[in-house]
Nanobody
């Protein structure tokens, strides 16, 4: 059974930090790129970041670059999203997704946040002033 479970969301003040986790099971981790995307109420889904767990390469959208960092623990099939210097506009439900490498070979610009084969229910991140 394929499972993706996000955790670590919550309430943070602007300028603060949170670390999200994405625990995956039921599929071969290395066959996929792991992505984070988010959706705020009334707004369209947007990509956040992507990681290739086989070589550690990452990609970040401009809105989070320099503030967010993805990493992976391949032994545990877990991916993390360290979010620093949080802004009010980071408030959203954050989802983790798995994009098969036959669909996208490497992380980079493009609609990776719509190309996932597996995804989780998300974790709420709320940033307050």
């Amino acid at each position: 059974e394929v499972r993706i479970v996000e955790s670590g969301g919550g309430l943070a003040q602007a300028g603060g930090s949170l670390r999200l986790s994405c625990a995956a099971s039921g599929f071969t981790f290395d066959d996929y790129l792991i992505v984070w995307f988010r959706q705020a109420p009334g707004k369209e889904r947007e990509g956040v970041s992507c990681i290739s767990t086989t070589d550690g390469t990452t990609y970040y959208e401009g809105s989070v670059k320099g503030r967010f960092t993805m990493s992976s623990d391949n032994a545990k099939n877990v991916v993390y999203l360290q979010m620093n210097s949080l802004k009010l506009e980071d408030t959203a439900v954050y989802h983790c997704g798995a994009v098969h490498r036959s669909v996208r070979r490497r992380c980079g610009p493009g609609p990776y946040y719509r190309e996932y084969e597996h995804w989780g229910q998300g974790t709420q991140v709320t940033v307050s002033s």
